[in-house]
Every structure is written in C-alpha cells, then in structure tokens.
C-alpha cells in the first residue's frame, strides 16, 4: 500500500508568495499526517448503488442505464477512482437493451451472479441474470437471460435471500398488466437462475409514507440485511422522482417459513428518510467495514431538494439494537465529515487556509486566487503511480492542474440552499501521475476567480 506525504504548499499571488506553516525557521515546508475523516458523496453520479464485501475487496455496481459495469476496491470510500469493468453490453433491439436498471452482483456458489431489470424490442421491463466464468467478478460473463415466476409481469429490483443455504429471488412488481402499484414479492430459487415456485406478496403501499409524491404508489428496492435473529428486507417508498423517497423494513424471524406471508411484520414508521438537508435518500445496501468491525449502508439521494433522479452515492455507519433491528439514524448532511470505515487503507492528505500562512486576501471561507495566480504543491511520493487530487472550492472561473484543464468529475458538494457562501463549493478530482519522490503540482487559475477551501490527496 503506498504511503503519501504531503510537504508544502506555496500560493503565489501577483507576485507574492504566500508559504505554508512550516516546523521549524530552516525548513520551509510542513509534512501532514493523514485525515481519518471522508465527506460524502463517495460518488458525484449514480443511483441504485449495490456494494458487496468479499473477502477484502469491495464489488460494486449501480445503474448506467446501458450496460453493467463493475467496480472493486479495498478501499469502499474509493469507488470514485476504483478499477472498473464494462462485463455486458446488450445486444440493440433485443427484450433487454434499454433502460438497464439496479443491477446487482452476487457471489453464489463459486461464480458471480449478476441481477438486473431491462426492457426493450417493444417489450415492459422484465428481470435477467448473468453468469460469470469463474470467481473473478471481471471475468467473462454469459446472458443466461430472463428469471421469472409463472406471472410474468412487470419486474425490477430483484436480490437474493441466503436461509442456511436455501435460495429465496426477492423484487418489485406489478400485481397485473398495469402501473398503478409496485409491490414487493417473494419465490423460491431452484438454483441461482431460476426460480421453482410461485411469487407471494409480502407487502404493497398502505401507509400514508409509503404513498408520497404521486401515483404509482411504490414499494421498490428491496435490500436484505441480516442479524443474529431476524432477516430484513429494506426497502424504498413513495415516489423515487420525489423529497418523499425513503426506507421501510419487513422482518421476518431467522429460521422462518420465508415463503408464508404471515412470517413477515412490516414496521409502521419509515427507518430512514430526507432530513440535514439530504432529500430522497433510498435503495440502500450494506456492508461491513474493512475490519469487519462496523456497519455501514450504501445509498442514494437527490443532489438537492428537488432533483428527483438526478442523485449521488453516500454511505454512513449505522448500529444494530439490542433487539437485533439497525438503527440508521438520520442521513449525515453533506457539510459533516464521516470517520473512515474502520480499517479503511486509503490514505488521505489534507490542508486547510488554517494550515496556511498567507499575506493575500482570505474569504470567510478559504483564499481566494484570481486569474493569473496559482497554487505550488510539492507531494513527496513513496513510489511512482497514480494519484487523486481533490479540490474543494468555490469559483467562477477555471483552474488548471499541471496544465490539464480535464477535472474529471466536478460535482456540487455544498449547495446554496444550506446557507453557505452564494457560490456552491464543488469538488473536482484529477488523477495525476506522479514520479517517485518529491513532485511538483501546480494549480493555476486561468480565468476568474478561484475560492479555495481545502485540497486533499489520496492515494485511491
């Protein structure tokens, strides 16, 4: 695992130049140590999010829309710069070539399996499996194609029950021809891709918090956590387009009859919904930390208050009761920083204006640069590689990264309605490659104005 050190910063502005805090008069720069705290989102884009844990690599995978790519790290607040596959493409025109949605990848017996929901060539969405070639999840994929139950109708969201070995196929449907309700079912799996008995109805919107924001009512999403006693499933209410998205829970005893309806107790209240000025927040998964010492759950949210679909990643740690029921909390606002998953191996360096003694102008907020001004970075690097450079900032000009004008993701990380500053902070991310020990990263400002609140370097 590499090992960063972050030695100095140094702004030169009109000609000034402005050092960072150093440890003694013979030295003029400082090294840092590493910040034990991440701020969501993990992802800028993305919705339907499904990480996994196996062994110590985290699989994850969310919707695209056309295709089903794969991500792994050791790192789960890493995915932004994760290693990623594309392991299927539809073929154009066929019943599952548009609209791919919530795919899911399970480990089942050796090989990977991978859930997800698609229409296509006039056909409604239905749900399909792939398989993989061997225990890679970048492996080689085969379409072993549509899993259903007698009914089939109108499907999404399908994920897997493991009770002692036996197999149970979970999702969101329709109860007929027509979308006026999205209902959650249940069937029983002859093995990983086919399903052997009929579908039972566990639950369908009946409380007024199910039924927020519009026709279809809507339960969706179903996510299965387990505990010492019981078996939940997690799942997403009211309307996704709408602040009103949130999460319910069905429980049914460990060693149940899953298949019998009156196995199942729906909780009258939702478990986790918008609040901290984070709206929607839905279709969760969940994971253990690095050190298998804590819980997490992985979920999306609308970027700001009425975006509907258009949502990002976050994830947050979350307890188990006495009584073997999670406890989520409310959602942690975007402004809060997160402790790093227990054991989490990234490593992040991280200055702040506090760290830096300046003699130019300074913002309630950060420095402030303008056009022609720039940032010196001297990154101490233990090896040559790849490196992740974020910058938090407000502005309304451009910046350059050793001469790069490609920011990769850039994405709204405060917005205004949280009463910050009337520009929004954004983070932009670079990925540099950088030489075996000491580097020199310059950030200029090519037009504008350029607010800095802090900069980070990661090595994921």
Same mark, same amino acid.
């Given at each position: ?6 030695t ?56 695209t ?15 932004? =710069?994760?290693?990623?596959?594309? $392991? ?10 548009? =609209? ?8 089942i017996?050796?090989?990977?399996? $991978? ?19 061997? +225990? ?7 379409? $072993?194609? #549509? ?9 999404i ?15 969101? !449907?329709w109860?007929?021809d ?63 387009w ?9 429980t ?14 729906? #909780?009258?209240?939702?478990?986790? #919904? ?9 279709h969760?998964s ?30 947050q ?13 409310e ?17 992040i360096?991280?200055?702040?204006p ?5 003699e130019? +102008?300074?913002?309630?907020? !950060? ?20 490196y992740?450079?974020y ?10 990264v ?13 917005? =205004?309605?949280?009463?910050? #500053? ?39």
């Amino acid at each position: 695992m590499k090992k960063s050190v972050l030695t100095g910063i140094v702004i030169f502005a009109a000609g000034i130049g402005l050092a960072a805090c150093t440890p003694d008069e013979s030295s003029d720069s400082v090294s840092t140590e590493y910040t034990k705290e991440f701020y969501n989102p993990i992802l800028p884009d993305g919705a339907d999010p499904w990480m996994t844990k196996h062994e110590d690599t985290y699989i994850y995978t969310h919707t695209t829309g056309s295709n089903i790519t794969i991500w792994q790290s050791d790192s789960p607040t890493s995915m932004m =710069n994760a290693e990623s596959k594309v $392991v299927w493409e539809p073929t154009p025109g066929t019943e599952n070539s548009q =609209n791919i949605w919530a795919p899911e990848i399970h480990f089942i017996d050796g090989k990977w399996y $991978v859930y997800y929901a698609a229409d296509g060539g006039g056909s409604q969405h239905r749900m399909y499996v792939l398989e993989s070639e061997n +225990e890679d999840p970048f492996s080689e994929y085969t379409d $072993v194609g #549509q899993i259903t139950d007698p009914t089939d109708k109108w499907g999404i969201d399908g994920t897997v029950i493991d009770q002692d070995g036996e197999l149970f196929y979970v999702w969101s !449907g329709w109860e007929g021809d027509e979308n006026v309700s999205q209902h959650t079912y249940i069937a029983g799996m002859e093995s990983p891709k086919e399903l052997n008995t009929d579908r039972v109805e566990l639950s369908r919107p009946e409380y007024d918090w199910e039924m927020e924001g519009g026709e279809p009512s809507i339960n969706e999403g179903p996510q299965i956590l387990y505990t010492e006693d019981y078996i939940h499933i997690v799942y997403s209410a009211s309307g996704s387009w709408s602040d009103f998205y949130k999460l319910g829970i069905l429980t049914a005893e460990k060693n149940a009859d899953l298949l019998d309806p009156d196995s199942w107790t729906k #909780q009258e209240d939702p478990v986790f #919904q918008s609040g901290n000025n984070v709206f929607g927040p839905g279709h969760a998964s969940f994971v253990e930390s690095p050190d298998s010492s804590e819980q997490w759950i992985v979920y999306h949210a609308a970027k700001e208050q009425g975006s509907g679909w258009t949502r990002n990643v976050r994830m947050q740690p979350f307890e188990i009761n006495e009584d073997g029921f999670p406890e989520f909390g409310e959602p942690v606002p975007v402004t809060e920083p997160l402790p790093l998953p227990a054991g989490d191996p990234v490593n992040i360096t991280k200055y702040t204006p506090e760290d830096i003694e300046t003699e130019g +102008e300074m913002t309630d907020e !950060g420095i402030l640069a303008e056009t022609d001004q720039s940032l010196t970075i001297q990154y101490d690097a233990p090896e040559a590689g790849e490196y992740y450079l974020y910058l938090y900032w407000r502005s309304n000009g451009a910046v350059t990264v050793n001469g790069s004008t490609d920011s990769g993701d850039t994405f709204t990380f405060f917005n =205004n309605n949280q009463g910050l #500053q009337d520009e929004p902070l954004a983070v932009s991310s670079y990925r540099l490659n950088l030489e075996e020990g000491e580097n020199t990263v310059e950030l200029s400002v090519t037009n504008g104005t350029f607010d800095l609140d802090h900069i980070e370097m990661k090595d994921h």
